[in-house]
């Protein structure tokens, strides 16, 4: 499979434990993006990388989020100290670097429970 | 206000209808958009881009009216298939959706 992938696919998390989710973006992407999808609403942006360098981070993006791309391929979103509120699927998508905003491919992202 | 917005619907119409959506958006500066489709707990994947000249592809259709500052997408003829939630965005580094459209086709 070459497209973008996810892992694990769903997490089922106490209030107050950390999670780390971690995205394979297609291979010869060097953007990478992060977004959350709840229910009813469309994917909300989180973060972006170019290669290892974090571009723009959203205000939704607290200080309990933290994403790395430590050597420009996968990425990995850490949520530290769950919240119920946290609940929610993570979509990472992907897009090559070239001019012009093309076409973002998405993961089958990673649904996130907090009990 | 939000940079996009549109009616959530949900759409519901029978097979081989005609149906189109709307979709508002309040930044003037936005000259191109994305419309995503997005099947039940799966992810969003491109439909197809919209320029100030529209697109077709097949049974849809997209134009772009920048003095209104809306974007509007036809389906013809439409499928069981085509039963989803259809999201426009502009076309822009970071993406922002809105709701996003529920259509539910019907045999």
């Known amino acids: 499979d070459t497209g973008v992938s996810q892992d694990p696919r769903h997490k089922i998390t106490k209030r107050g434990q950390n999670v780390t989710f971690r995205c394979d973006p297609i291979?010869?992407?060097?953007?990478l993006y992060w977004y959350r999808q709840t229910l009813g609403q469309g994917p909300e942006f989180l973060t972006y990388?170019?290669?290892?360098?974090?571009?723009?981070k959203s205000r939704l993006l607290s200080d309990r989020f933290s994403a790395e791309r430590p050597k420009g391929s996968f990425s990995t979103l850490e949520i530290q100290r769950t919240e119920q509120g946290d609940s929610a699927m993570y979509l990472c998508?992907?897009?090559?670097?070239?001019?012009?905003?093309?076409?973002?491919?998405f993961g089958p992202g990673t649904r996130l429970t907090v009990l | 206000r939000k940079e996009v917005e549109q009616d959530p619907g949900p759409f519901n119409v029978p097979e081989g209808a005609t149906v189109a959506f709307n979709c508002t958006y309040s930044?003037?500066?936005?000259?191109?958009f994305f419309w995503y489709r997005q099947d039940c707990r799966k992810e969003p994947k491109l439909l197809m881009s919209?320029?100030?000249s529209g697109n077709e592809d097949g049974r849809f259709t997209a134009q772009l009216n920048r003095a209104s500052q809306y974007i509007s997408l036809l389906i013809r003829d439409s499928k069981l298939s085509d039963s989803a939630t259809y999201l426009c965005?502009?076309?822009?580094?970071?993406?922002?959706f809105g709701k996003g459209t529920t259509l539910s086709v019907s045999s």
């Open positions: 998508a992907s897009r090559p670097g070239t001019s012009g905003y093309n076409e973002q491919f």
């Open positions: 291979s010869e992407h060097n953007r």
């Open positions: 990388f170019q290669n290892e360098a974090q571009l723009e």
């Open positions: 930044n003037s500066a936005s000259q191109s």
């Open positions: 919209v320029y100030s």
């Open positions: 965005v502009p076309r822009r580094a970071a993406l922002i």
